[in-house]
């Protein structure tokens, strides 16, 4: 090699080496600050991180979520009756309960890396960064967990500051808890729109059902609602949501959850699906569930009942329900001609005193009539006014519970009255009290069975007499009829109009006292709450079936249940055909109507259900003088009624007591057989069977006489006024009959030891 050229290329060699050192000394220093420069960021992250930490909430207050669960009010089979609740609508519910489809619906939606991340995504961040570079807000590129610490823990407050406390806890919450837990409190405190919070709630907005219960195409829809609630709300008056739906269910087949089909099948039912608002309205059997929220109020507060996420199981048949109520608002709008204005009706189970049906009006969500009406003034009907609570003239409806007084006193149901006009009064300086009959006229003698069976009014108020008021008040209010306790005050306030409906009383009570003929004479209390429990299944309440006390014997309440069913005993008033009558069942029943016809009620019952039925008018206006019981107004309603609650039942029929045995008696005056006079069957509790003939028929010099005579508890001035009416009746039906007409010596023959009424004076059993 030659030399010289060796020496030329050696400068060029250096300068190449001194090249190389330079950039060698300038990526260091790059390096030395790239390092000083992450040292500094993580020193001013974690800066941050200590500053925006200082007040930082829990990880571990996302159970007790800002929303408090609403109580909900559920039938006995777990029907959805209402949600109560302040401002959010939220009940919790376990990932188990909530379809995978819609759990994976929402991750494909949301977040799909939700099982990978640590609480946060970067993309997310930078593409949020990059958003509101551009002016666009700090938005999007949340994952579930931070949407769920904002939702929960932090405000929708769109700054820097609050991005960054929200991964800080993300990132604290994805540590603290499964991936399945935080999924499941996210699907129960993210806001689906309106009131409803979680997916429970959203469920029963939008389609009237349970989240467990929903398919593909509803899962799809719940699940696009959060990114915009309002936008994509079926309600706001635009079709936003089938988009957004169908973006979902492109999401979940891109990400293999579903096939196209099956998104395309579920696409079809959304935009076939017609949403209604009345899912917002969220109340079934309202007047029920207003009552039972004010059972829940007394029993747990206010506060507890609005914002305690209680569960609540109560007694109602939501079927029964539905159909008593169509049943109650049909049949009071075809009664306007007879101006009725409202109606009500209750259904018992009266071996448990389980509400099964409870309408408390014809139409909760109805306008005030008539129109332009004051509320609580002059209106016929207020949705506001529950007509099953209020207080109301009975009429003659609680006639057998006189009649059970008598028997437990010793009468029988073959014992005979007088019916005839009687002036009640105790002197004669009293006002005149002379009822009449239902239908004006009066029959003569006639025995219990028959005046109860078409509800006669002078017998019922001539037994009154007898048995007493404070002991008939006592029964009523032992029975169940609590606006009948008989203090002082009460017995002062009433008198012998008491049994054709002097005092009122409720229709919730009504059926109860009727529930204790129906169940052999034990009263079970209403019941309309059989389970409550709170948001985490912890059992608050548990109704424990017991039996009630003993009001009433069984043989007592027998003889009343079947004289009720007895459709013969009141052919005379009601006809064969009557709406009493409930072809293929065995069932008791009584009616009642007020003076002037202000109200009218039907009150029946088999062993198995009570029907208690009113109707009138809520401003206590008279109705149209042609309703007529067992022909219109709450006997129509009624049998249609207990027909639905029958419907595929068996016959029941009321048990016969042991001590309750059949004789054959005098049809006429009830003893034992008199010869060339009918004869019929009488049940009687054993003890108090005739063991004579009746002293009404009495015979002289071979002819053969009625003595009717009854004497007059009532008078205080020495004035039999019951025996004026009789000689009265008989004067005006029997004058020249000399057989009604008999001659004084016979009738002191009659008399003798015996009582004026014509029968002998009953003594009261033993035990009874």
């Keep these: 090699m030659d030399y010289r050229a060796a020496r030329r290329i050696s400068p060029r060699r250096k300068r190449s080496i001194s090249f190389d050192t330079k950039k060698f000394l300038t990526l260091s220093t790059l390096l030395k600050y790239l390092f000083f420069a992450v040292i500094a960021a993580i020193i001013v992250v974690a800066g941050l991180f200590l500053w925006y930490s200082r007040d930082l909430p829990t990880p571990g207050q996302l159970v007790d979520s800002k929303y408090k669960d609403a109580t909900r009010i559920y039938d006995r089979n777990h029907v959805l009756l209402y949600s109560v609740y302040q401002s959010e609508n939220r009940t919790y519910v376990g990932l188990s309960q909530i379809p995978k489809l819609l759990q994976d ?32 807000g700090l938005q999007s590129g949340s994952t579930i967990t931070q949407q769920l610490v904002k939702n929960v823990l932090l405000t929708d407050q769109q700054t820097l500051s609050r991005k960054f406390k929200e991964i800080i806890l993300s990132v604290q919450v994805d540590q603290k808890y499964s991936k399945n837990q935080i999924l499941e409190m996210y699907l129960n405190n993210i806001p689906y729109g309106g009131t409803a919070i979680g997916v429970e709630a959203a469920a029963e907005q939008y389609f009237g059902k349970n989240a467990q219960d929903l398919d593909l195409a509803q899962s799809a829809f719940l699940a696009g609602l959060p990114q915009s609630p309002s936008l994509y709300s079926p309600f706001s008056g635009t079709k936003y949501y089938l988009a957004r739906t169908q973006e979902v269910l492109n999401a979940m087949s891109s990400n293999g959850y579903i096939t196209q089909n099956q998104a395309a099948s579920a696409y079809t039912e959304i935009k076939n699906y017609q949403f209604s608002e009345n899912h917002t309205a969220g109340i079934k059997a309202p007047y029920f569930v207003m009552y039972v929220r004010q059972l829940l109020e007394q029993k747990f507060g206010e506060q507890m009942v609005a914002n305690g996420g209680l569960q609540v199981t109560t007694s109602l048949d939501y079927n029964l329900q539905q159909e008593a109520e169509d049943i109650v608002k049909t049949q009071i709008d075809g009664l306007k001609a007879y101006d009725v204005g409202n109606g009500a009706a209750i259904v018992t189970d009266p071996k448990n005193g ?39 003239q009975p009429g003659s409806s609680l006639k057998p519970i006189i009649y059970s007084v008598a028997f437990e006193h010793g009468y029988t149901p073959a014992t005979m009255i007088m019916d005839v006009q009687t002036d009640f009064k105790a002197t004669a300086s009293d006002p005149d009290y002379i009822p009449v009959d239902y239908s004006g006229k009066f029959i003569g003698p006639i025995q219990i069975r028959f005046a109860l069976g078409n509800s006669l009014n002078i017998p019922a108020v001539k037994t009154l007499a007898r048995v007493g008021i404070q002991p008939v008040m006592q029964q009523a209010y032992n029975m169940g009829i609590n606006n009948w306790q008989p203090t002082p005050q009460n017995l002062s306030s009433v008198g012998l109009s008491l049994v054709l409906g002097g005092r009122e009383t409720t229709l919730l009570d009504e059926t109860t006292a009727y529930s204790v003929f129906a169940n052999e004479g034990i009263r079970q209390d209403p019941q309309a709450i059989l389970k409550v429990t709170d948001s985490q299944g912890n059992v608050l309440y548990q109704y424990q079936p017991v039996q009630g006390p003993r009001v009433l014997p069984a043989d007592v309440s027998f003889l009343i249940s079947h004289i009720l069913s007895d459709n013969n005993a009141r052919t005379m008033d009601f006809g064969p055909n009557s709406w009493l009558v409930v072809p293929g069942h065995t069932v008791s029943v009584k009616t009642g109507t007020t003076d002037e016809k202000r109200d009218n009620w039907t009150i029946g019952y088999t062993p198995s259900y009570v029907v208690g039925v009113w109707v009138g008018n809520d401003d206590n206006e008279v109705m149209n003088q042609a309703i007529s019981s067992g022909e219109t107004g709450a006997s129509p309603i009624w049998e249609a009624i207990m027909e639905a609650a029958l419907k595929g039942k068996p016959d029941e029929e009321e048990p016969k007591p042991s001590d309750v ?45 009625y003595v ?58 033993p035990g009874h």
Excluded at 366 to 379: E, F, I, M, V
Excluded at 671 to 680: D, E, H, I, N, V
């Design 354 to 392: 389980e509400i099964l049906a409870f309408v408390g009006g014809k139409d909760y969500f109805g306008q005030s009539l008539p129109a332009g009406c004051t509320p609580g003034s002059n209106c016929v009907f207020e949705p506001d006014v529950d007509a099953a609570l209020s207080n109301r």
């Design 105 to 136: 619906a929402t991750i494909a939606t949301e977040d799909k890396t939700f099982y990978t991340d640590t609480g946060f995504s970067v993309t997310g961040i930078l593409r949020a960064v990059k958003n509101m570079a551009l002016g666009g």
């Design 661 to 705: 045995i059949a004789e054959q008696i005098d049809a006429m005056a009830g003893g034992l057989p008199y010869p060339g006079q009918p004869t019929r069957a009488e049940y009687f509790i054993n003890g108090t069977q005739p063991t004579t003939q009746s002293p009404v028929y009495q015979s002289k010099d071979g002819k053969n006489y």
């Design 708 to 765: 009717f005579r009854e004497d007059d508890p009532v008078s205080t001035d020495g004035v039999n006024r019951w025996q004026q009416g009789i000689d009265a009746w008989i004067q005006q039906n029997h004058p020249n009959d000399p057989m009604y007409n008999p001659p004084d010596d016979v009738i002191r023959q009659a008399t003798g030891d015996h009582s004026l009424d014509g029968t002998p004076t009953p003594t009261p059993t």
